[in-house]
């Protein structure tokens, strides 16, 4: 948990950054936001932690940004986060608990820092996702969103919601969305789309001839009576 009280500050110099430190007792996570270079507050958490970083500029060819990691009480340098040339955001995973700080160097950015605190569990489906090693229960879960190459011959939309798909057997698969597919209730022509990653024997989407891409949800097998 984080141990801090509110704290905010207002450090004036070649550039202003303001930082704002939420109460433990309010909520589970500590944000910093600022312009141009700084430090935030010193932090103290239990591990493991996520730090959740966006920066954004108005001109985007100049701008730079680099995070520093540093020791909380002894101020001793630990490491480089992220160094970019532009504008980003992203997600770094921290297993260690204890007294930190960030330091800031940019140049034309705004930034916003957001630390949260997660569990075990969290860390660890973080981790496995991070390097390509999914659960049977992802597998499953991916698989039902897909549609095999080859095994429909017919199809036929169901308003905007849902797609029918027939072979010559008359099974039928029912493809839904997790969103309405504007334009599918009057599509006459459809393309079927495959992952970006992946083989290319499955469908996970469709485009209409407008340019509209959209992504199944659920797909079901019935068999017709």
Known sequence: MFTRNRYCQLIIGLF???FCMASA?????VRFEGEGNGRTAVFETDGPW??????HSDMPSLAIFEMRLHEGVS????GSLVELHGTGSGLKLFEEGGDYQIAIVARNVAWELKITQISEGQAAETKRMSIGEPTLQDSTRETLRLVREGTFSEWRPEGNDALLLFDNNRMRWRATFAQ???GLESATVISFVTPAAGGL???D?????DGTRCYFDR???????
């Open 16 to 18: 202003a950054v303001q």
């Open 25 to 29: 007792a309010d909520t589970d996570h």
């Open 50 to 55: 996520m730090l959740d970083w966006s920066i």
């Open 75 to 78: 101020g001793d340098y630990i």
């Open 180 to 182: 309405p597919c504007p």
């Open 201 to 203: 024997e499955d469908y």
């Open 205 to 209: 989407s469709i485009l209409l001839d």
């Open 219 to 225: 797909v079901v097998a019935t068999r017709l009576d």
